[in-house]
C-alpha cells in the first residue's frame, strides 16, 4: 500500500487568549488555553483530493498552517509524504505547494514573472527549468499577458491563478489550498475550479487538501469531505456518502445536520 | 554554497527590481546627500579652529571628522534596521507566510533581506564621501581602501547581531526597536561621531570604550584620513570581530526561538 501523502494524528491546537494593553507583552509567553484542534486524525491518500468543510473557526485554516509548517501542533503529528512537519519542516517544504486564498503575498511592483521567478529561486529551481515552468504554467492557467505586468495591475482573479501557479512551479506532490476561490466572482471562480480539476488534479499523483464553504466546489473537486466542527472532526466521508448517512439530498443539509445546525436553521426559516 | 548564493542573489535582485520602480528616489537621495555634505562644511567652517584641530586623532579638520561620524550613523542605521524592516514589509505584504513555505532557509532568508539595503547604504555613503571630495575638499588621498573595506564588513558584522535580535523583537511584540533605539542614543553621545570622546567626563569615556561604536569609528577614520592599513587597525578590528562572533550566532538563537514562539502562539502574521 502507498505511503499517505497526508497524515494527521490526534492534532490538537491550542492558542493563548488575545490580550490588549500592557497584558499584550505578555501575550507571547502565555499558556495556551483557546483550543482551536483537539485531537483530528485523518489520512489524504496520493491523487486523492479531500475538502475540510467547517464554519468560520471550525480550524480549518490552523490545520493547513500546521501542515505547511507555519505553526506548531500543540499535541499530535502530522506528516507529509512520510516527513514530520515539525521535526523535518525543510523536507515537508519540498513537498508542497501552498496557497493561501488571498490576493496577498506578491511583491506589487515587481511583475507576474519576476515574481514567479524570484519564488522559484527560492524552491532551488534551476533559470532554464524556471523559464520552462512559468511558460508552461502561464499557458495553462492563461496568464501570458500578466507576466509582464506589474501585479498592483492585475485583478484579484488572475492574482490568485498567479498564486497558485506559485504553489506548482516548483512541481509539489501536495496541494495545500486555503479557501483557494475565496476573492473570486463567479466567473473567475468556475474557471478556477474547472482548471483545478482539469489541469492539476486531473495529472499524475497529485494529493489536494483544500479548505472552502463553497459546497458547489466541494462537490466538483472533493473524492472525501472531512466535516470540523469547533476544533474536532465529526465525520470524513464521500460526498454520496455524508448526502446517505444524514438522509439528505444536498451537501449543505448533510453539513448542517452533521454539525447538527439544521433545527437552528429549520427555527431561522419558520415564517412568524 | 552556490545554493546559498543564488539564494542571496535573488533577494538582491528582487530589491533591485523593486527600487528600479522608484528610480526618482536615486536621484533625490544624491540631492539629499549634497545638501548634507554642504551642511558639515559650512558648520565645520564655522567651528573649525587650531585648537579644534588638535583635539582631533586623526587629523584632516573638523569637516572630515564628522563627515565620516554622519555616514558611519548611516551604516550602523542600515545594519540596525534592515532585518526588522524587511521583516515587516514581508509580515504586512503577506509575503511572509510564502517566503517561510519555500526551501531556503531561515539565515539566508535573514541574510537575504539584507543584501541589497547594505549595497544601497553602501552606495550612498559612496555619493556622500564623492560630493565631499569633489566639491568640498574631503581628504580622501591618503585613504587604505583595503582597511576601509575590513572595517566596513567588520562594522557590519558586529552591528547586524543587534539589528537580528531586533527583529526577534518585533516578531514577538510586533512594533518597536529598542536595541537600535539604545545603541544609536548612546552612540551619539558616547560614539565620538560628531566630537571626539576625549572632551567627555570620565565615566561617559568609560561607557564610550565599552561601546564598540567608538572602536569601529576610531578605526574608520584611522584608515581613510590617516592610511592606515589593515595591520595598524587590528585592534578595534578585532573588537568589532569578537563582537560579531558573540552577538552573530547568538541573534540568530534567538530568532529561531522568537519564530518558534510565534508559530506556536499563532501570531507570525500579526501586526
Given at each position: 500500500m502507498p505511503e499517505a501523502a497526508i497524515r494527521v494524528a490526534a492534532i490538537q491546537k491550542s492558542f493563548p487568549p488575545a490580550r490588549s494593553g500592557w497584558r499584550a507583552f505578555l501575550q507571547p509567553f502565555e499558556k495556551p488555553?483557546?483550543?482551536?484542534?483537539?485531537g483530528i486524525s485523518f489520512e489524504v491518500r496520493p491523487g486523492e483530493t479531500l475538502a475540510l468543510l467547517g464554519a468560520n473557526g471550525a480550524g480549518k485554516s490552523t490545520l493547513l498552517k500546521i501542515l505547511a509548517t507555519l505553526l506548531l501542533p500543540s499535541k499530535g503529528d502530522a506528516t507529509i509524504a512520510g516527513y514530520d512537519a515539525v521535526r523535518e519542516a525543510r523536507a515537508v517544504r519540498r513537498q508542497i505547494g501552498y496557497h493561501a486564498g488571498s490576493d496577498l503575498g506578491f511583491y506589487a511592483r515587481l511583475t507576474g514573472r519576476e515574481n514567479l521567478r524570484f519564488f522559484g529561486r527560492l524552491n532551488h529551481l534551476s533559470e532554464t527549468a524556471l523559464t520552462k515552468r512559468i511558460s508552461l504554467l502561464a499557458e495553462q492557467f492563461r496568464l501570458e499577458e500578466a507576466l509582464d505586468r506589474q501585479l498592483r495591475t492585475l485583478s484579484s482573479g488572475t492574482v490568485q491563478r498567479l498564486s497558485l501557479a506559485r504553489a506548482l512551479l516548483h512541481q509539489p506532490h501536495v496541494l495545500l489550498l486555503d479557501e483557494p476561490t475565496r476573492s473570486l466572482d463567479a466567473i473567475g471562480a468556475s474557471e478556477f475550479r474547472r482548471f483545478l480539476k482539469t489541469e492539476v488534479l486531473g495529472q499524475g499523483d497529485n494529493s489536494l487538501l483544500f479548505a472552502s464553504h463553497t459546497l458547489s466546489e466541494v462537490e466538483l473537486l472533493a473524492d472525501r469531505v472531512a466535516v470540523i466542527d469547533a476544533g474536532q472532526l465529526v465525520v470524513c466521508d464521500t460526498p454520496a456518502a455524508l448526502k446517505h448517512t444524514t438522509g439528505t439530498t444536498s451537501l449543505e443539509d448533510a453539513f448542517l445536520r452533521l454539525t447538527g445546525r439544521a433545527p437552528q436553521l429549520a427555527q431561522e426559516e419558520e415564517p412568524e | 554554497m552556490t545554493r546559498t548564493l543564488r539564494e542571496l542573489w535573488a533577494f538582491f535582485w528582487r530589491d533591485l527590481l523593486i527600487a528600479r520602480t522608484y528610480r526618482t528616489v536615486f536621484v533625490l537621495e544624491a540631492i539629499e546627500a549634497l545638501f548634507g555634505v554642504a551642511m558639515f562644511f559650512y558648520v565645520a567652517r564655522f567651528v573649525d579652529s587650531p585648537q579644534l584641530q588638535q583635539a582631533l586623532p586623526q587629523g584632516g579638520g573638523y569637516f572630515a571628522f564628522s563627515l565620516i561620524g554622519f555616514v558611519f550613523l548611516d551604516y550602523l542605521n542600515a545594519a540596525m534596521d534592515t532585518f526588522d524592516r524587511s521583516l515587516e514589509e514581508a509580515r504586512d505584504s503577506g509575503t511572509l507566510e510564502h517566503l517561510l513555505v519555500t526551501q531556503t532557509s531561515l539565515p539566508a532568508i535573514l541574510a537575504g533581506s539584507a543584501v541589497y539595503p547594505f549595497a544601497a547604504t553602501t552606495l550612498r555613503i559612496a555619493v556622500y564621501v564623492a560630493w565631499g571630495t569633489v566639491?568640498?575638499?574631503?581628504?580622501?588621498?591618503?585613504?587604505?581602501w583595503l582597511a576601509v573595506a575590513s572595517v566596513l564588513l567588520a562594522t557590519l558584522l558586529a552591528f547586524s547581531g543587534l539589528g537580528i535580535l531586533s527583529a526577534s523583537y518585533l516578531l514577538l511584540f510586533k512594533r518597536g526597536n529598542p536595541a537600535k533605539w539604545f545603541l544609536l542614543g548612546v552612540s551619539s553621545v558616547a560614539g565620538g561621531m560628531l566630537f571626539p570622546v576625549s572632551v567627555l567626563p570620565d565615566w561617559l569615556q568609560l561607557i564610550a570604550r565599552l561601546n564598540p561604536v567608538t572602536y569601529a569609528l576610531d578605526a574608520m577614520r584611522a584608515a581613510l584620513l590617516?592610511?592606515?592599513?589593515v595591520q595598524a587597525v587590528w585592534r578595534p578590528l578585532l573588537v568589532l570581530v569578537a563582537f560579531g562572533a558573540v552577538l552573530l550566532p547568538a541573534s540568530m538563537a534567538v530568532f529561531s526561538w522568537a519564530l518558534r514562539r510565534t508559530k506556536t502562539t499563532g501570531t507570525l502574521t500579526h501586526r
Open positions: 488555553s483557546v483550543v482551536a484542534l483537539a | 566639491l568640498f575638499g574631503f581628504p580622501l588621498r591618503d585613504a587604505n590617516g592610511g592606515a592599513g
